[in-house]
């Protein structure tokens, strides 16, 4: 776990162990493939990666929380085949970095593919000969050291490589040119000088800053708009709550969000980071790109309780026996309603019938789908093709019953007096 992560928990007192162990024995959820690293400087950082991960009742990855890495057949790299549309935007700009360079220290090689920034983050693959974890990362941008957050993902090649991303947030705005060094201390147990370098060019991005300065209240607790830009890369959204950490992540709650276009679309959401001082408590959000005719979008803060002892529901998934309901509780149930199989994976379509809306990617939610000896199957993680209905991939088992597992969740409510909607024709 990352041990800033690690920090604020400890300083919480939050019963990691509790957690980790009911998580384990309720639905014994495959460890998490992409680990988050350590920080620089930032007195705690939440990240709920949603292409790699399902945050279930914390707002930050616990080793045995989630898992669903997107487990597609690559092309060429990693960038070509991820589901962020954003990524793909950039990587087809004429600025994009293409390095593909092997460097290598005691023994141990790491080849860097491509490289893009798109004024929000920096992003670059790389291929590793087995799947060791990368850190720490040392940056520097035109011969300055940068402070930053980044997340990662990888996936398995038929060869038995490994392909990985790893996006990097600045704390501050970089130039639109600059030259890049980046330094790795270690992978894995080995110890060594991995570094490579490459002058990097911002992608083209159209990007638009949207006026800032909206303000909201939750529960009492006063929060800003700071950030709002939009790019063919991405919706940037800083925002700024007036208060301590321990307001918006303690024993009993944890701040979540969602951002809503006019028609109530629930924006996917790439990735988000925090962090805090004493004048307040600074969250970074980044979503998938909205199409041009949007108008407005509504952000909704909440709080979700956290749950440490989650009643586990389990049942049988049966082609010719849908639609097949797992009740939530008092949130409602899940419904899988239709099952499409494709050689050898099914696409499995279904719903929940709660009042709250859950994320585009079925945050907040968990449905996990194994085989019979606990083996994660599901490929793609769940998208929404409506207001909380979706749809995933999963893998034919090799033997025996595919068995769904999902709990019952908390109550969790959105609070309207809380939203800010933000008029898109209002530019800086």
Known sequence: ??????QAIDNIQVPMEKLDDAIEKGLKITELQAKPKKRRAVTFILSSVVTISIIIGLGFVSPTMASVLANVPLLNTIFETTDDPGLKVALNDTNANVLNKTISSNGVSLTIQDIVYDGTRLAFSFVQEKKEEIYPLHIEVNGEIINFSENL???QLENGDHMGLIQVYPKEPLPDDFELLVKIHQIGDTKGDWQFNAHITKVKTNSKKIAVGQTGVIDGIQYEVKKLELADTGVSLHLLFHTEMDE???????????VLDENGRTLPIVDE???????????????????ADVESLTISPFFMPHAIDRKAVIATLHEDQLPLTMSQGKMGDLIVTKLEKQNDQYTMYFESTSAFIFGAHFEQ?????????GNNLVVTYPKAIANNQYKLVFNKPDEGSIKLKTIELPIMKKDKEAQITVDLSQTE
């Open 1 to 6: 776990m990352n041990k800033d992560i690690k």
């Open 153 to 155: 993902r990888s996936t």
């Open 248 to 258: 918006l992540f303690n024993l009993e709650r944890v701040i979540q969000l969602h």
């Open 273 to 291: 980071h925090g962090s805090g001082d004493e004048k307040g408590m600074r969250y970074e959000y980044l979503f998938e790109p909205i199409d």
């Open 365 to 373: 939610n968990l449905l996990a789908v194994e085989d019979e000896l």
